[in-house]
DNA sequence: TATGAATGAGTCTTCATTCAT
DNA sequence: CATGAATGAAGACTCATTCAT
């Protein structure tokens, strides 16, 4: 994010789309929250998708580089997924209005303003999605995870990120909650007969 | 469902809801796709939310009628666990436009038009969840499953046959992967001290 | 009036127009008023409009007959005058919704669908006119009125009555407002420099 | 009126709502009229009933400015009367499509959409109706005028206005026709005894 | 005749986008 | 670069009218 007011724009766009979710945004919105005109937001991105585009993508770089960063931590796998998790969890929470604002099935909108979309983020939700794949490989590797599909597995940690946000809505205790879901995706839910004889 | 043409646009706006999702869908789209004229809408329903609204209770009900008849069945839980996953999989899997249609986030719109429609669905939706955490219960009692939180853990099923459809995405072979994910939410991806000698 | 049904719905028509007005009015409110379906007023009338030039046509006959039945009574002209006022003061008194329902600038309604209403009511309603207009002629061969215009004094004479209807909102004692009014309207207002020393 | 576009809207609302009418006036009719677009109607106006209600201020302001830049002029009641009856017979003679826009009966629409205009409009029609009312009361404290009730002769008073209009209809000499009004209105139509025998 | 379900033309209103300043 | 007034396409919804039963 080179140009400042171009960060003033996505900020403010990332609180209202938030909030309201992408249709209801209006372009209106997101100047007042920016501060600027809503000319000014023309000056920036094409049109309104362009913005959203724009944040997802920023999102996900931001996502992706924290998850490369991580790779060569000497944390074992679990770790690096339970931070990984905790920090998208503290993320989803401020978003009260829409949930999974860069969730995995946003993906699949194909609204006919969304498909050019699909083309700009499908491909960084991809590479996100092997960032954490990569990660649980070497759980594998390293005899922390099971033989799971990668890809899959990577894909069922996001969701259960998401678990975390849907919970709030049940008055679960947020901090309890989040442990329960993070042992029951690491532990599964079933009872292992060995561990039943403790 | 007493009415047949109430049906016949239920039918269509599903069909539209699926494939466009609530905004992008337009009452003449509904219309169209159930081969009424667009006042006929509003002979049935007050309203574009009526119908989504409608919709979703509609299913929900289906759902845990569903359930309901499932509870006596003599079947482990694990057991029922997998056919209502297969079965909302299966549903799922045609929602090739929307993914989640009822899904448990939608919940959460905030949407000024939104929010009589959370007065009508949220409470449906936590008989849902309900339902499927008396499974789970009953689970725990027999020594299926581990002392996890019930409804938690139900959102955290639910949300995992959400992954499945997220992995079509994937191009993943469609079977292995639902297999794969069921797994998971079974066993989690952990690998077991134990079983790792096996 | 033939038709027993026909007569049915002009009732109804004239009580909805009444409390809505012309365009407000739904031809759904008149058929539920008449206690008829939808469908079934278009078996006696042509239209909306039909209705309600009907209506008219129909209390202006009415109207019309009342005064030539009192042309040839022995009564003064004052006398008849003031019952004509105090007759449509009390039919004026129902429609607290729309003012003046036949009421002399309805005659100059223009819009498109109006049109052919004019052509109906205009003609009906000079004949009106010109039945007070012929009382108060009469008045003034007898020496009971001035040497007035009698049209312009007959339309003054009815734009009197609305005064009647006019003061109800200003909470002004009926009775005593109505009396008022009259007076007015055959005395002036201006007072005599003779009876001032009454 | 600050805004010179507010003006012009305002302006063509008048002539369009005189020609048609408030509900068969359309917002495009408006738009075409003030040279502008849609939308832009909708940037000084919350809707089509709130340019009808500001017109209806604006022309109430104006008359009672009016008014109450008279009270203090040197004239007598009747010169008063007079010259407001003059200026509002001239004013009522452009509104060739809808009479009595600014009427006192528009008062008492009940239509659902009308329900705020009331409360708009109807204080400022009060007072104006007062202004009148005030107006003769002078004329009562001068011996101008009889004792009657200052409010409802200043009904009275509007509703003669209006005659003059619908006097129009019936091709009467509009100079005649005003004075012949006015004289009506002042000295009523009875026949005096004593100028009987002049 | 009578019905009332169905129609679709007609309107208001919103809001993304443009462009003169 | 920035503005925000202006635009007008698009869409939800209403309701007079029709017509199959």
């Known amino acids: 994010m080179k140009n400042n007011k171009e960060t003033k724009i996505l900020q403010a766009a990332e609180k209202v789309f938030f909030s309201k979710g992408f249709f209801p945004a209006r372009m209106e919105d997101i100047a007042d929250e920016a501060g600027v005109a809503k000319g000014t937001l023309y000056l920036y991105f094409k049109d309104k998708t362009s913005i959203y585009v724009h944040l997802m993508s920023y999102r996900l770089e931001v996502a992706v580089n924290v998850l ?28 009260k209005g829409m949930t999974s604002f860069i969730s995995i099935e946003n993906i699949n909108l194909t609204t006919e303003i ?19 794949a990569r990660i649980i490989k070497t759980g594998i590797v390293n005899h922390e995870f099971k033989k799971v599909n ?31 879901i993070k042992e029951m995706f690491f532990n599964g839910i079933k009872l292992n007969k060995k561990e039943s004889k403790r």
């Open 150 to 180: 990668p890809q899959v597995a990577s894909i069922f940690f996001l969701n259960t990120v998401r678990v975390v946000q849907v919970s709030h809505l049940y008055k679960i205790n947020v901090k309890d909650g989040q442990e329960m």
């Open 114 to 132: 969304m498909k050019e979309m699909e083309n700009q983020i499908k491909p960084k939700m991809f590479k996100f999605i092997d960032n954490i």
């Open 68 to 95: 490369e960063s991580m790779q060569h931590a000497k944390t074992s796998a679990t770790e690096k997924l339970e931070k990984i998790f905790d920090g998208w969890a503290h993320y989803y929470s401020q978003a």
